[in-house]
């Protein structure tokens, strides 16, 4: 019988306070209150968060360029364009792959370059690159030698232009963040409409006000 009483006067406590008639401060102690008694009153009167609509949500443009920034595709991740994901990290993955390859390529015609240009005969990493029963003699050095120097310097070129399309991946996709985030709060209405109206056109070929004005057609667009 104690106990519903004291839930009585908690409720009655919590409408006057509600109502404005009461302050926080005139109320009973919380350390008077059982537990059990105020966590089973106030318990049932607990708001649920509302969900999130995603529906409705629009990204933040300069919250996507920063993640594009920081994260390698965070900005579309940010934007919730899930499919350009595999454009970005394929990008990414094919840049860094050729300029592996290519930097392989490069150190393995410049040590042969080496090897070939000087005049000891352990150092022999050239022949790896010679079809079977080829041999380098004095009478095809130099042709060789130019071989080797050409390729070189082509898989040298091929890795720093890996390189530079690397950062082009890397600057498309922070721009691509950007705008895409900025066009998704650009309101553009489904009504497109064409109108044609007459209009006076200034010509401005004489001092005379009504020679320097023609009359025209005036276009336009409406969205």
Not at 115 to 134: C, E, R
Not at 142 to 154: G, M, N, S, V
Not at 171 to 195: C, G, M, N, Q, W
Request: proline share 4%.
């Amino acid at each position: 019988m104690e106990l519903m009483v004291k839930k009585l006067a908690l409720l009655t406590l919590m409408l006057l306070t509600g109502m404005g008639l009461l302050s926080a401060q005139n109320m009973i102690p919380e350390d008077s209150i059982p537990t059990d008694s105020m966590s089973s009153v106030i318990q049932p009167l607990k708001v649920a968060k509302e969900a999130k609509d995603w529906s409705i949500w629009k990204p933040n443009p300069k919250r996507a360029l920063w993640l594009a920034l920081v994260i390698p595709g965070g900005g579309q991740i940010y934007n919730r364009k899930y499919w350009k994901l595999p454009l970005v990290y394929g990008g990414f993955v094919g840049c860094l792959y050729a300029m592996s390859w290519n930097n392989s390529q490069y150190k393995d015609y410049s040590q042969a370059f080496l090897d070939l240009s000087d005049k000891d005969p352990t150092t022999a990493s050239y022949n790896k690159f010679l079809h079977l029963g080829v041999e380098i003699t004095d009478d095809n050095k130099d042709r060789y030698l130019d071989i080797f120097k050409k390729r070189r310097d082509k898989y040298r070129r091929w890795r720093d232009l890996s390189f530079f399309v690397l950062c082009g991946v890397y600057a498309l996709s922070v721009i691509d963040a950007y705008v895409d985030a900025e066009l998704s709060v650009f309101d553009i209405s489904k009504d497109l409409s064409l109108k044609v109206e007459p209009t006076i056109i200034n010509t401005h070929t004489s001092n005379n006000p009504f020679d320097s004005s023609s009359i025209g057609l005036q276009c336009s667009v409406n969205f």
